[in-house]
């Protein structure tokens, strides 16, 4: 029978902060402290005095779209180029096809029209010009206030165009139709300024790469209100870097997640550095000093730090920084914009002479610390009891710079009504045909009609249900045939006064059908749409439209009750 002694130090108190104060006496204390941590006994461990590294580096040069390989896993879209030197990616990623020219081309082009008949001294036939050729001024996107005056008094680019082309070739009874006079010097100018204004518009107006309208980006995923693609380097192959739940804004390397791969190095894509690289000691801002007597800054009070016994956390940091602080060295490694990198050599030469190789992290005792790696994380998030693979892989984004964004031109709002037992889809703003913001809400509540005042005594009124604000519509769920166990929101509309269900105003609804179900959380999700505009490393300007998906602010109560006596 054997018996074993466990031997540990019984600490007198709970708090470490008398430890830490380490409150000073006199210069024989000093000493004493000095020889009991060992600072008087003299080691021959060396100190790094340079290191000398090598890196294979790849040049991201395609990208394509990921939104559909979550629906059909075989569907693999086409790679497409990419230059990070001229080509911002989010704008690549978040741009909304083209369904004709916006708002601004429209207005610029009836203005030049405006000009150029006014330079011809025609301007008493712009009256004619807006009367054949008027913007639509019908329905709930119509333009309203200044943007619908200035409209009104102007010509539709879109249509006058033709009218243009037959001027320009000085057709009489085009002519005729804008109540020109009929003399030649007349219809000489028109054809001079209709072929000018020609040459300017068809070098500006977009083609229509969609037939439909509502279309969304190739990269955004309708189901979950996110952008999904993929990156790579085409003398990387196997390699992808995917973005599965991008939510718009700022793409930087956190967004995107790589699976480990092992590929053999390429000689070729490797290079040394040519200059000494001397490591330094790691720093940080409130840093204890490396040797015990010396003096500590008066602003950084080690003695005010509190942890319970079970507090690991803090623990450990305080260990980290009071004893192993100073065993830890930087190196700059440089990377190029828009790259993946992996170091393939890493060797130190200390003050003696002796080089050591250093590898990864992750290739000794099966670490998988992988907190700033390209971990699946996104795969491992979703399969149960999977930890992310960690990857030697190092992205360089090509970040978006500093830019200009417009306040939200649209903005829908996803929230639970636990009262009503239903998810809800708010519409708060959405834009019109000028471009300008409409605020829904203000709109209905302008609209509504005023409820008549209840006479005296009468009886109250049996509703089947109560009215539910215009901008807000359903999320009805519902359970997929093929997989019983997987649910789903489907967009639904609410037959108001009309037989015909509403449907929504804005692109972002429109473009959605049904959305999964964990999607709408109960902090609720924000989605907006807004103009972005910067200019890249090469001095070239680029716009888009992008997407944000943000938390909400919680649940809501859009007032629909069943089966109710309104005494009111």
Not at 41 to 53: F, K, L, Q, W, Y
Not at 289 to 310: L, N, T
Not at 336 to 348: A, I, N, P
Not at 387 to 409: C, D, I, K, N, T
Request: hydrophobic share 40%; aromatic share 8%; charged share 25%.
């Amino acid at each position: 029978m054997s018996t074993m002694f466990r031997y540990e130090p019984v600490p007198r108190d709970t708090g470490m902060e008398e430890a830490l104060a380490a409150r000073t006496a006199d210069a024989a204390w000093f000493l004493a402290r000095q020889y009991g941590f060992g600072e008087f006994r003299g080691e021959d461990a060396a100190s790094p005095v340079s290191v000398s590294v090598a890196q294979e580096t790849h040049r991201l040069d395609q990208w394509r779209s990921g939104a559909d390989a979550e629906v059909d896993a075989e569907v693999d879209a086409e790679w497409r180029p990419y230059d990070p030197a001229t080509t911002v990616l989010e704008a690549l990623v978040e741009q909304e096809p083209v369904e004709g020219p916006d708002a601004r081309l429209l207005t610029e082009g009836a203005l030049r029209w405006r000009r150029a008949l006014a330079a011809a001294g025609l301007v008493a036939l712009l009256p004619s010009f807006a009367r054949v050729c008027p913007f639509d001024s019908e329905g709930p996107l119509a333009p309203t206030g200044l943007a619908a005056a200035v409209r009104d008094r102007l010509p539709d680019p879109v249509a006058l165009a033709p009218w243009l082309a037959r001027l320009a070739e000085r057709d009489e009874t085009a002519a005729k139709e804008f109540d020109a006079p009929e003399t030649d010097a007349v219809r000489d100018a028109l054809a001079t300024a209709a072929t000018a204004w020609l040459s300017w518009w068809q070098a500006r107006v977009p083609v229509v790469e969609q037939a439909e309208a509502s279309t969304p980006p190739e990269a955004w995923n309708a189901e979950r209100l996110e952008y999904a693609f993929e990156v790579s380097a085409s003398s990387l192959p196997g390699l992808e870097l995917r973005a599965e739940e991008y939510h718009g804004g700022h793409l930087d390397w956190w967004a995107v997640d790589a699976r480990d791969t092992q590929l053999a190095v390429d000689e070729s894509a490797i290079r040394r550095e040519g200059r000494r690289i001397i490591p330094t000691p790691a720093v940080y801002g409130g840093m204890p000093v490396s040797r015990f007597w010396e003096m500590e800054d008066a602003r950084i009070d080690f003695g005010s730090v509190d942890a319970s016994p079970a507090d690991l956390g803090r623990l450990m940091l305080v260990a980290f920084a009071t004893v192993y602080n100073s065993d830890w060295f930087c190196i700059p490694l440089p990377l190029v914009v828009g790259s993946l990198s992996r170091v393939v050599d890493c060797t130190v030469t200390d003050v003696f002479g002796d080089t050591t190789p250093l590898f990864h992290a992750t290739a000794e005792d099966g670490v998988s610390w992988n907190l700033y790696g390209l971990g699946d994380t996104a795969h491992a998030s979703r399969t149960p009891g999977m930890s992310a693979p960690p990857s030697p892989w190092m992205y360089r984004p090509a970040s978006l710079p500093g830019g200009l964004e417009s306040p939200p031109v649209e903005s829908v709002v996803l929230l639970r009504d636990e009262q009503a037992n239903l998810a809800w889809a708010v519409e708060e703003s959405v834009a019109d045909r000028a471009d300008e913001r409409v605020d829904r809400h203000e709109r209905w509540t302008t609209a509504a009609r005023p409820r008549p005042a209840p006479e005296p005594g009468a009886a109250p009124r049996y509703l089947v249900a109560t009215e539910v604000p215009a901008h807000w519509y359903p999320l009805v769920p519902q359970v997929l045939a093929a997989d019983q166990e997987s649910n789903r929101f489907r967009l639904a509309g609410l037959v108001r006064d009309e037989s015909i269900p509403q449907v929504p105003l804005g692109r972002l609804l429109n473009e959605t059908d049904r959305l999964f179900e964990e999607e709408v959380p109960r902090s609720g999700v924000r989605v907006e749409r807004a103009r972005q505009f910067t200019r890249w490393q090469d001095g070239a300007p680029h716009s888009w439209t992008t997407r944000r998906k943000v938390s909400g602010f919680g649940g809501g109560s859009s007032g629909l009750r069943f089966d109710v006596l309104d005494e009111d």
